[in-house]
């Protein structure tokens, strides 16, 4: 799954689901402390009720498995949201949507089978052909051997993929971020991986150049995400990478070029930022005030880590501080994914969580409109959800101009649920 061992990581799972009285067949060989239970004020959580309708059961099979990331665009150019996900193990899926939600496993017939330990997705018009190309980043396949470790497939226009003639360079990886670094107007790419990061910029014909010596500063961190955004509001993408040991906050010279400066714009003085396992970063202005903040989602599969999620504030010039224990509450506690939409239609950012809590995989806290998150007790999707959340995807998927979501499952069938706000 992660840099950490398969079985080090359902170590951890057992000793989390023996809190909830949960079998594990797997033996337990180092077993972690469990992740602190989520306390619930019943009295005091804002209400959201029923927000959306749960579609799960017209998913089409092969959704089945781990499915470590998913993302959704047009792929095949009939003005709809298709699926892609990243499973791992097994060969990576597609899901074509006919427009009204409904989705078809149409993988066999436009994606290369492949099994690789798939961790995240990159989606872009790589070689500027005016339609959707897919990058799938793998772990540990190099760890035994299976090269190339990374697919890299090019649209025919239709929604069919083939290989890309240019190969990514193998690493061990989790994190794919795109974005135009070098101003160009093509896609870039970042690529987080179990040492060194790659900056790949791109070639304008459809494949990059390695310029990570000299564009990035030398790093050795297990990396499990990147995102790009202007924190520092100079007009230009600079970058956070969520590690397992310590994130970083890498600025932007202008040009493409990065710089270390995490001492001086990361704050907390409530945990130690090294004891943080970071697994999602999600970007977004959640006080109204103009700037990026961030929201850290944390697991603590490597012992001794804070399993508490965090919530970063912005000044409005990159420096990020915690406010964690007085605007999450309750602190969201082993998250795998975050992501933000306006759920209760009031002009604000609230926030979803998915985590491997079995009996609460999905969490919606409410903004107060000034970055102050509430969770709700009520059952906005209609019904109690379980099993184990890793990924989130948010998109109009029935062409009604409102958002859905889409669940990714750990072991499980994935979910989709579409929104019935007015």
Same mark, same amino acid.
């Given at each position: 799954m992660k840099q950490t061992s398969k079985t080090q990581i359902y170590c951890a799972l057992c000793a989390i689901f023996s809190v909830v009285g949960i079998s594990c067949r797997e033996p337990v060989v180092q077993p972690l402390a469990p992740p602190k239970p989520v306390a619930v004020d019943t009295t005091t959580k804002p209400r959201t009720q029923a927000l959306f309708t749960d579609v799960s059961a017209m998913l089409p099979s092969g959704?089945?498995?781990?499915?470590?990331d998913v993302a959704a665009a047009?792929?095949?150019?009939?003005?709809?949201?298709?699926?892609?996900l990243a499973m791992e193990f097994i060969p990576n899926v597609i899901l074509i949507n006919d427009g009204a939600g409904n989705f078809s496993n149409e993988s066999l017939s436009r994606l290369p089978q492949v099994m690789r330990d798939s961790e995240d997705i990159a989606l872009a018009d790589f070689d500027k052909d005016g339609d959707i190309d897919i990058i799938f980043v793998s772990e540990d396949d190099i760890l035994t051997n299976r090269r190339p470790t990374h697919e890299y497939y090019l649209n025919n226009g239709k929604g069919v993929f083939t290989a890309a003639p240019y190969r990514l360079p193998d690493s061990e990886a989790n994190a794919i971020a795109v974005a135009d670094l070098n101003n160009?107007?093509?896609?870039?790419?970042?690529i987080g991986n179990a040492g060194q990061d790659f900056v790949l910029i791109n070639d304008k014909a459809g494949g990059f150049i390695d310029e990570t010596e000299v564009r990035m500063p030398s790093l050795s961190d297990i990396t499990q995400d990147v995102k790009l955004a202007d924190i520092d509001n100079d007009g230009d993408l600079d970058m956070f990478l969520g590690n397992e040991n310590g994130?970083?906050?890498l600025v932007n010279n202008g040009q493409g070029v990065f710089s270390d400066e995490t001492q001086r714009r990361l704050i907390s003085q409530f945990v130690s930022l090294s004891a943080l396992e970071t697994r999602k970063v999600t970007f977004q202005d959640v006080d109204a005030d103009g700037?990026?903040?961030v929201y850290l989602s944390n697991v603590a599969f490597r012992q001794g880590k804070n399993a508490d999620s965090r919530l970063f504030l912005n000044n409005g010039s990159g420096i990020f501080?915690?406010?964690?224990?007085?605007?999450?509450?309750?602190?969201a506690n082993f998250t795998l994914d975050g992501m933000f939409l306006d759920f209760d239609n009031d002009g604000d950012a609230d926030l979803i969580t998915a985590g491997f809590n079995p009996n609460v995989p999905f969490t *919606? !806290?409410?903004?107060n409109g000034r970055g102050t998150f509430q969770a709700t007790t009520d059952q906005p999707f209609g019904k109690a959800v379980s099993g184990r959340g890793i990924s989130l995807e948010i998109a109009d998927f029935n062409k009604d101009g409102k958002k859905d979501v889409f669940f990714? *499952? !750990?072991?499980?069938?994935d979910l989709l649920f579409l929104s019935k706000q007015n």
């Open positions: 959704t089945q498995g781990s499915t470590m047009d792929l095949d150019g009939d003005g709809d949201n298709d699926l892609v160009d107007t093509y896609p870039d790419i970042v994130n970083k906050i700037d990026v903040d501080t915690d406010v964690s224990p007085t605007q999450l509450n309750p602190n *919606m !806290f409410i903004n990714g *499952m !750990f072991g499980d069938v």
